[in-house]
């Protein structure tokens, strides 16, 4: 069946830079559009970025924006979340998600999810 | 941004309850909401999407309704399994924000 499964997540100083890889199987990954996710200790959900399913346009949550990049590798069906210049407030778990929609620009709905992969900012 | 908020924040309920959650946006969203079911450890589950229709495979005990900025997700009798956290979610536009979440509990 369909799968997302994330990884790279780890314990990293602030300032620095992390990347989060999401593979996926089981279905046409160019087809559909993918999401990044975060949910910090004990708080709620939190939308942070979307990539188109042709890798053509993205969007960012402001408080990301200019330091996390979102990508896709079609040729490896994996989706990417580069994190740079990490702050304490970066701390969650990250989850990947596939939009519901296919071959059309993203819907903003999310219905496959990966199980998440924690990362720390701490000095 | 388009801001969610969710009522109440926290129920308590019984096997066999009826369970209505609610969720404002902060300006029209025509039917544009979703909610999602998340368990402790889990991965959220999309429940409902454009506000009324069930996802695949969701039992037909959860049912949503609403448009432009007050909408609800129901649950009818409610099981075990239902004990969880659930959020709304806008996806009229990006940013594409979730409610605070609703957590119902025993």
Same mark, same amino acid.
């Given at each position: 069946?369909?799968?997302l ?7 990293v100083?602030?300032?620095t830079?992390?990347r989060?890889?999401?593979?996926t199987?089981?279905?046409?990954f ?5 999401h ?6 004990g ?5 942070v ?23 896709s ?12 210049s ?12 596939r ?9 903003g ?15 | 941004d388009i801001q969610?908020?969710?009522? &109440? !924040?926290?129920? +308590?309920? $019984?096997v066999?309850?009826?369970?209505t959650i609610?969720c404002?946006? %902060?300006?029209s969203? @025509? ?9 402790p450890?889990?991965a959220?589950?999309?429940?409902i ?9 969701? &039992? !037909?005990?959860? +049912?949503? $309704? ?10 009818? %009798?409610?099981?075990? @399994?239902d ?9 009229y ?7 605070p ?6």
């Open positions: 069946q369909v799968q499964v994330e990884s790279g997540g780890g314990v100083q602030p300032g830079s992390l989060l890889s999401c593979a199987s089981a279905y046409t160019t087809y559909y559009g993918m990044w996710v975060r949910q910090a200790p708080k709620g959900l939190e939308w970025a979307v990539i188109w399913y042709d890798g053509n346009n993205k969007n960012y949550v402001d408080s990301v924006k200019g330091r996390f990049t979102i990508s590798d079609f040729s490896k069906n994996t989706l990417y979340l580069h994190m740079n990490l702050r304490a407030e970066d701390t969650a778990v990250y989850y990947c998600a939009d519901l929609g296919h071959r059309i620009p993203a819907t709905i999310m219905d496959v999810w990966g199980q998440g992969t924690t990362v720390t900012v701490s000095s | 969610m908020t969710q009522s &109440p !924040s926290s129920l +308590s309920a $019984s066999g309850d009826r369970v609610t404002r946006a %902060s300006q969203i @025509d039917t544009k909401v979703n909610w999602y079911q998340e368990k450890g889990k959220p589950k999309l429940l999407y454009f506000s009324s229709n069930l996802q695949s495979g969701v &039992p !037909s005990r959860f +049912s949503g $309704s609403g448009s432009g900025t007050d909408f609800t997700l129901t649950i009818t %009798s409610l099981l075990p @399994d004990f969880a956290t659930y959020y709304c979610q806008q996806s536009i990006s940013p594409f924000n979730f409610g979440g609703t957590k119902v509990d025993i």
